[in-house]
């Protein structure tokens, strides 16, 4: 995509009511889409049931799952889990998070958050807060990883380790999590993903990291020596990176509005190495509040972990995680993966 006068938040067209991916019964996030080799376009999401609580019940009880559309509007269809919860003794094997599917060659390549815990599942009727302990272990032990199919309907080939472990006294020394790839035409990836540091025996605040990688399949040699982008003045979460053809573009959630002028929507931000970011002169990416196609207008309690859908080169879709409700986690009744068009440029 060439760079263009007109923003992102500007191309955005009215999202579609009857659109992206539902699940009666589960928490529905994270959705991710790749046209596959049926001509279809396959979104890969995350879902938990709903006996637990929306946050923090993914922590422990997340899976990765597939639904399919004729279209990249949907709505989408449940078709299958991907990656089941598969044992305590697997670095992923309690909860998988955060899918990100992309595709190089004949490969589709599926990056995501795993973690574990050696503790009883969460029965149904059983509280679960931040300060279990099963929460607790589970934050501490997220970690990148990747599973791999020569089909978008796999079978799906796990790592037995993951891909972006966790260094002791770095920006990244208590978790990684929610991978944001670029894969270029040569093969070689760019990663940037969200970390945390250990501060006590607890986390810091969230921050950016980039790694590289010669091949998808091969080791990711942290490139960044600190946060990408300084935790004293940037509240980042939710990383998403392409390459337009001259340069490396990101669209992230803004914790605090400080950047975008509006708490929890997107920045647009800029780089030409992957590693020194400059914020673009209009800076907003998208927004909390969405016109339909109905011609209602909703601000949405969550807006997050947003995904651009590239057809021939070009942005067509944005896809992004949402909620009811008045805001936050605690006050949702229901969560989707919804859908905006992108006007052409």
Same mark, same amino acid.
């Given at each position: 995509?060439?760079?263009?006068?007109?923003?992102?938040?500007?191309?955005?067209?009215?999202?579609?009511?009857?659109?992206?991916?539902?699940?009666?019964?589960?928490?529905?996030?994270? +959705?991710? #889409?790749?046209?596959?080799?049926?001509?279809?376009?396959?979104?890969?999401?995350?879902?938990?049931?709903?006996?637990?609580?929306?946050?923090?019940?993914?922590?422990?009880?997340?899976? #990765?799952?597939?639904?399919?559309?004729?279209?990249?509007?949907?709505?989408?269809?449940?078709?299958?889990?991907?990656?089941?919860?598969?044992?305590?003794?697997?670095?992923?094997?309690?909860?998988?998070?955060?899918?990100?599917?992309?595709?190089?060659?004949?490969?589709?390549?599926?990056?995501?958050?795993?973690?574990?815990?050696?503790?009883?599942?969460?029965?149904?009727?059983?509280?679960? +807060?931040?300060?279990?302990?099963?929460?607790?272990?589970?934050?501490?032990?997220?970690?990148?990883? &990747?599973?791999?199919?020569?089909?978008?309907?796999?079978?799906?080939?796990?790592?037995?380790?993951?891909?972006?472990?966790?260094?002791? !006294?770095?920006?990244?020394?208590?978790?990684?999590?929610?991978?944001?790839?670029?894969?270029?035409?040569?093969?070689? #990836?760019?990663?940037?993903?969200?970390?945390?540091?250990?501060?006590?025996?607890?986390?810091?605040?969230?921050?950016?990291?980039?790694?590289?990688?010669?091949?998808?399949?091969?080791?990711?040699? #942290? &490139?960044?020596?600190?946060?990408?982008?300084?935790?004293?003045?940037?509240?980042?979460?939710?990383?998403?990176?392409?390459?337009?053809?001259?340069?490396?573009?990101?669209?992230?959630?803004?914790?605090?509005?400080?950047?975008?002028?509006?708490?929890?929507?997107?920045?647009?931000?800029?780089?030409?190495?992957?590693?020194?970011?400059?914020?673009?002169?209009?800076?907003?990416?998208?927004?909390?509040?969405?016109?339909?196609?109905?011609?209602?207008?909703?601000?949405? !309690?969550?807006?997050?972990?947003?995904? &651009?859908?590239?057809?021939?080169?070009?942005?067509?879709?944005?896809?992004?995680?949402?909620?009811?409700?008045?805001?936050?986690?605690?006050?949702?009744?229901?969560?989707?993966?919804?859908?905006?068009?992108?006007?052409?440029?």
């Amino acid at each position: 995509m060439k760079t263009t006068s007109r923003s992102l938040y500007d191309r955005l067209l009215p999202a579609p009511r009857a659109g992206g991916f539902r699940m009666e019964g589960y928490w529905v996030w994270c +959705g991710s #889409v790749v046209q596959g080799e049926d001509g279809r376009f396959h979104m890969f999401a995350s879902r938990w049931p709903k006996h637990l609580p929306m946050h923090p019940g993914w922590l422990v009880h997340s899976e #990765v799952v597939r639904a399919v559309s004729d279209t990249p509007e949907g709505p989408y269809a449940f078709q299958e889990v991907v990656l089941p919860a598969r044992g305590a003794e697997y670095w992923d094997g309690r909860s998988t998070h955060n899918p990100h599917i992309t595709k190089h060659g004949d490969t589709y390549v599926l990056y995501y958050m795993g973690s574990t815990h050696p503790l009883n599942d969460v029965t149904e009727g059983e509280e679960l +807060g931040l300060e279990d302990a099963r929460t607790i272990v589970a934050r501490a032990n997220k970690r990148i990883g &990747i599973a791999v199919s020569k089909s978008v309907f796999g079978p799906w080939v796990r790592k037995d380790a993951p891909i972006m472990p966790t260094r002791p !006294g770095c920006f990244d020394s208590f978790l990684t999590s929610n991978p944001a790839p670029c894969l270029h035409r040569d093969g070689s #990836v760019l990663l940037i993903y969200k970390a945390r540091r250990y501060e006590g025996n607890k986390h810091g605040q969230m921050t950016f990291g980039a790694a590289r990688a010669d091949s998808f399949d091969s080791v990711y040699r #942290v &490139i960044s020596e600190k946060p990408l982008f300084p935790p004293a003045r940037f509240h980042l979460e939710d990383p998403f990176v392409w390459h337009s053809g001259d340069r490396y573009e990101l669209i992230a959630k803004d914790m605090d509005g400080h950047i975008c002028g509006e708490r929890h929507a997107g920045i647009h931000a800029y780089s030409e190495d992957g590693l020194k970011w400059q914020m673009s002169d209009t800076p907003k990416a998208y927004s909390r509040t969405v016109a339909w196609d109905d011609g209602s207008v909703s601000t949405m !309690g969550s807006f997050e972990r947003p995904f &651009i859908l590239f057809q021939d080169g070009k942005p067509t879709h944005l896809f992004a995680a949402t909620a009811d409700g008045d805001g936050g986690f605690r006050r949702a009744s229901h969560t989707w993966n919804m859908v905006i068009p992108i006007a052409p440029e």
